[in-house]
């Protein structure tokens, strides 16, 4: 009864489909940069890793194209889930030469050497992830025909969504069902259909979202930071400009005192002048006296005056001018 029991299980695991051999086909064509191709690897390698590995389960191989097909590991390459990754990071480092992509080639590659060693019983699949249109349409139509009928392959497709309707509507034909065929604006969001493309692949395997998977859908907020200025610090200039405008007051102050003292100091001048000048006439001559005789009026002396000390006509005349500005500047 227990070898019974046993025998269903074996047979039931293997009617579940646990062999498969998976072939991912990578266009790498001149026009694709490194982090497009890098992400493109990274969707297969996730993809692998959610992948029971083995004999009895999975196996890999891995192919790029432009104008040429180049295998880079067979099914028979590896045997373990370690060696499989290890080689598809190496892809990474594929050199871009072409910016041709003849899918049939690499489709008729598969069909003559790299499926000569898949597995009888197992599932097959071939994952194309495409990056430009193919060269020739129809040749790529008949290459994926030969294949499903061949070895009953059916294809999964991860493309940009900037491929045109034509070449959209040719990869419709190679998977003959829409559900199968994914597209994303940028390899660095094809990490969010690894679940989807893994549950086509082995229904058993993880499906959870990867961690830290961009969203192409999230809007990004943009935040409008005012900008902040220092506040500005006026004390500085109000202080400055508070001893420019005492300094003016001070200088006009100055002025006008130089010339308050320098008016009184000229007349002062004036008077010890016209004091002087005055002091010159003779002992008891009248002040109308000496004018009067300045005026020109009269050139008599006073009685009694020498005739030694008689002064010319424009000393006088000085005199009377001097007198004036003292009787002018006193008023």
Not at 144 to 152: S, W
Not at 170 to 176: E, F, M, S, Y
Request: proline share 3%; aromatic share 8%; glycine share 4%.
């Amino acid at each position: 009864m227990r070898i019974v029991l046993f025998l269903l299980l074996f047979m039931s695991s293997e009617e579940a489909g646990t062999e498969l051999d998976l072939v991912f086909i990578l266009n790498t064509p001149l026009m694709m940069s490194d982090a497009d191709l890098s992400n493109a690897v990274d969707f297969m390698y996730s993809v692998t890793d959610r992948l029971t590995i083995g004999q009895t389960h999975a196996l890999v191989a891995a192919l790029s194209y432009s104008e040429l097909p180049t295998q880079h590991f067979t099914f028979t390459s590896h045997s373990s889930k370690v060696g499989i990754l290890n080689s598809l990071l190496a892809l990474k480092s594929i050199n871009r030469t072409h910016d041709v992509s003849k899918s049939n080639e690499v489709l008729d590659f598969v069909r003559t050497t790299t499926m000569t060693e898949s597995r009888t019983n197992a599932s097959k699949f071939i994952v194309l992830i495409v990056m430009q249109g193919t060269a020739v349409p129809v040749l790529t139509e008949w290459a994926a025909e030969d294949l499903t009928t061949g070895y009953n392959t059916q294809f999964v497709v991860v493309g940009l969504d900037s491929l045109t309707s034509a070449d959209q509507a040719l990869l419709l034909k190679v998977t003959t069902d829409e559900s199968r065929v994914f597209y994303v604006s940028d390899f660095r969001y094809s990490c969010n259909v690894v679940p989807n493309v893994t549950n086509i692949l082995d229904s058993t395997a993880e499906t959870s979202p990867i961690l830290n998977c961009p969203d192409p859908n999230a809007v990004t907020e943009t935040t409008t930071t005012q900008a902040v200025y220092p506040t500005k610090d006026d004390s500085l200039l109000l202080v400055i400009i508070g001893a420019i405008i005492g300094t003016i007051i001070l200088l006009a102050t100055l002025v006008f005192a130089y010339k308050y003292v320098k008016s009184n100091a000229d007349k002062d001048k004036r008077v010890m002048r016209a004091v002087e000048v005055y002091g010159e006439a003779p002992l008891g001559t009248s002040k109308v006296f000496f004018c009067h005789d300045e005026l020109g009026k009269s050139s008599t002396k006073e009685p009694g005056t020498s005739s030694s000390k008689e002064e010319t006509k424009s000393a006088y005349i000085q005199r009377l001018a001097l007198t004036q500005n003292f009787v002018n500047g006193r008023a």
